[in-house]
Structures are given as structure tokens and as C-alpha cells.
């Protein structure tokens, strides 16, 4: 595979995932782990991701708050964020982490629609103080810089002490095989702590990363109770999705 060819790739993985490991790009494009470096790095110089450890980033993950000409697929995600609307009623307690969906999402819920949202993303947090009748409420803890999360102990525990109506999810891979899965171990249980703490969950993912897998599971596709994609609920995409316990959106 030309350089061309590997760097595009690459791009697309990490839009599509916005967090990817040196090593699982290594297996992908049957190369060395020096091929790899030496591409992340080009592509970091010419400032078309972020280089982290062991790994790279997507710039539109970390930086929403300065354009949204960079995020992947945001028309999709607009999308979404509109149809998960129809899940947000007045006086819900609501709890989400973040993600560029999800941000679209903070935008759109109506200005006089009453709730409370707890959240772990400092991104979503501010984007819902625009909201006046909104309660927001952080929950804090470190600070993940390569997921723009609060994640840690403190967080798990303060998610332990509530139980919310409804919660909303980004997904980095879902399958129906592997549920959803993810990268970062330190995301990935706080993505099961905030599971644990609602009685409805609801992910909001674009089409194209179902049926992808990551290396870390969060939970089963039982635990969800709705799938929101761009795709019509009938597609014929979301047919190994469609089951009495998963309501797609």
C-alpha cells in the first residue's frame, strides 16, 4: 500500500473512531510499527490529527468549541441529535458523557424544556449553560485529555449515588456480536459506571460504526434500550439490530 493510500486509511479510522491505537493501525495496514509512527507523524505535522501515547486523535474531538468544519459526518450526527430529542421529556433527569453527537444534541434540546443533565464532559457542560432552564450538573474528576472526560475514581463513585431517568452514550464500535467497545480503559469504566447508574440507555451512533469492535467492551447489547443512527429505523443496515429490546431510532 502507497504512503497515499496508508495515510487515508488512517484518516478514516481515526475520524470515524477519533481515538486509534499505533498498534491495531500496524494490524490494519499489514505494517511496521516505524511505518506507522512515521505516518502519524506527518500527518500531526501537517496538523491533520493529534499525536497521543501509543497512538493518535482526532483535532474535531478535542476542539468543538473552535469550528465545526472539521468534524466527521456532522451532517449525520445533526441527525441524530434531532431524532434523540423525541427521548428528552420535560422534568427528565438526564446523564450523558460527550462527543461531538452529543454536543450537537446540548445545541438542539428547546430553550423552555425543563430537566436536569448530569454530565462528565466539561464540552457539554458549558455548551447546556446556554440553557436557562436547564440544571446542569458536572461530575468531576480527571481529566481525560484524550477523550475530553472526567474519569477516575472520584467520578465513579459520584456516579454510584444516582440513579437518572435516561443515558446517552456516544459509541466508539457497536456490533451485535460485541456490544459496545472502546480503547481507553479509564473511558471505558466510567462508560460502564454511567450504564450502571440509568435506567434507560440510549446510543447515538453514526451508521458507519456498526458492526466494528474495538478492544475493550462496555456491555452487551441487551443493556441498551435505544439505538439512535441517521439510517431509517426500517433500513435494511439495521437489521441485525432489530430485536424486541433494542428500539432503534
Known amino acids: 500500500m502507497l504512503k497515499e493510500e496508508r ?62 468544519d472539521e468534524v466527521y459526518a456532522v451532517q449525520a450526527k445533526r441527525q441524530i441529535a434531532a431524532k434523540t430529542l423525541s427521548l428528552f421529556k420535560r422534568n427528565m433527569v438526564v446523564l450523558t458523557e460527550g462527543g461531538t453527537t452529543i454536543l450537537e444534541f446540548a445545541k438542539m434540546i428547546p430553550e423552555k424544556l425543563p430537566a436536569t443533565v448530569f454530565t462528565i464532559s466539561p464540552q457539554v457542560a458549558i455548551t447546556l449553560s446556554a440553557h436557562s432552564n436547564l440544571e446542569v450538573i458536572t461530575i468531576g474528576g480527571k481529566l481525560n485529555k484524550n477523550a475530553n472526560l472526567h474519569t477516575g475514581s472520584s467520578v465513579l463513585n459520584q456516579l454510584s449515588e444516582i440513579k437518572v431517568d435516561l443515558c446517552l452514550l456516544g459509541a466508539n464500535a457497536l456490533s451485535v456480536q460485541d456490544g459496545l467497545t472502546d480503547v481507553d480503559w479509564e473511558v471505558v469504566q466510567v462508560k460502564k459506571a454511567l450504564i450502571r447508574a440509568a435506567r434507560k440507555v440510549a446510543v447515538l451512533s453514526i451508521s458507519e460504526k456498526l458492526n466494528t469492535a474495538q478492544r475493550l467492551k462496555i456491555c452487551d447489547l441487551n443493556q441498551i434500550h435505544y439505538l439512535v443512527t441517521e439510517l431509517s429505523p426500517e433500513s435494511h443496515f439495521l437489521a441485525p439490530f432489530r430485536n424486541n429490546d433494542l428500539q432503534l431510532i
Do not use: P, W, Y
Open 7 to 68: 495515510q487515508k486509511t488512517i484518516m478514516r479510522e481515526i475520524n470515524l473512531h477519533n481515538r486509534v491505537l499505533s498498534a491495531d493501525l500496524c494490524n490494519l495496514l499489514n505494517v511496521s510499527d516505524d511505518t506507522v509512527r512515521r505516518d502519524l507523524k506527518d500527518l500531526a505535522d501537517s496538523g491533520k490529527i493529534i499525536k497521543i501515547h501509543g497512538g493518535a486523535m482526532s483535532k474535531s474531538f478535542v476542539s468543538t468549541f473552535e469550528t465545526q
